[in-house]
């Protein structure tokens, strides 16, 4: 079956700091977006990537694929004002198959495991909706008003939600035909909506999403021992 990707890549970064949004940061001397899409490219080299980015990041998007030399082809879209409307001018640039599976990756999020790729978009084949999730280590307290008091909660009971999130083409369109609201934080709280269940699978943890400078410096490490040649 078919598989599409679309790839959001509109945030600011503010939490980044500096002038230069976060998908356009080096890591190991490249773009982090490209280092993403190049990963991702490399699992499947059949899949068919659907970039969203602002409008006003277009021009520096050409500019960095010609100094980095960048070749994966794909087909851009324009982003929305939120994540939601992103995602559903990406679904618009997919052509009308309905039997085909798309994901979608957030831009920033260059280390999903090769199993774990794998694994999301046959449990969608099977189950129409497929998301990745991994447990909470840390303990979790709920605020109680806003005089600082706390309560501990279950953490068994919470994951943490990554991307790609992996749907059946047909499902995904009918969910984002419908109106947008702020609750609609996932593309899985979106499907959501419609009635539909979502399977989860197990994340990894690598797979994290870069959004502070302590984030950049992970993924150096990461970069660093994933291309280190093995010792003879």
């Not at 599409?4 to 998908?23: C, F, N, S, T, W």
């Not at 694929?65 to 324009?78: D, G, H, I, R, T």
């Not at 109680?144 to 790609?164: F, H, K, M, W």
């Not at 593309?187 to 989860?200: I, K, M, N, R, W």
Request: charged share 25%; glycine share 6%; with cysteine.
């Amino acid at each position: 079956m078919k598989r599409y990707l679309i790839i959001v890549a509109g945030g600011k970064g503010l939490r980044m700091g500096g002038e230069i949004p976060k998908q356009f940061r080096l890591v190991c001397g490249r773009p982090v977006l490209m280092v993403t899409i190049e990963r991702l490219y490399a699992m499947d080299s059949s899949l068919q990537i659907v970039l969203v980015l602002p409008n006003e990041h277009m021009s520096l998007w050409h500019d960095l694929c010609k100094q980095y030399s960048f070749e994966v082809p794909l087909q851009l879209a324009e982003g929305g004002n939120t994540r939601f409307h992103s995602v559903q001018n990406g679904l618009e640039m997919i052509d009308d198959i309905e039997d085909a599976l798309v994901g979608v990756h957030d831009g920033v999020r260059p280390f999903v495991s090769q199993e774990v790729f794998d694994t999301v978009y046959r449990e969608a084949l099977s189950h129409g909706a497929a998301i990745p999730m991994i447990d909470v280590q840390d303990s979790l307290r709920h605020i109680v008003g806003c005089n600082g008091a706390s309560e501990i909660v279950p953490r068994d009971r919470y994951r943490l939600v990554q991307t790609p999130q992996v749907f059946k083409l047909s499902l995904l369109r009918r969910a984002y035909m419908q109106r947008y609201v702020e609750a609609f934080t996932d593309d899985a709280s979106v499907v959501e909506a419609l009635g539909e269940q979502v399977y989860a699978v197990e994340g990894n943890r690598e797979n994290i999403k870069l959004t502070t400078p302590f984030d950049l410096m992970v993924a150096k490490t990461l970069m660093e021992c994933w291309t280190q040649q093995p010792e003879a």
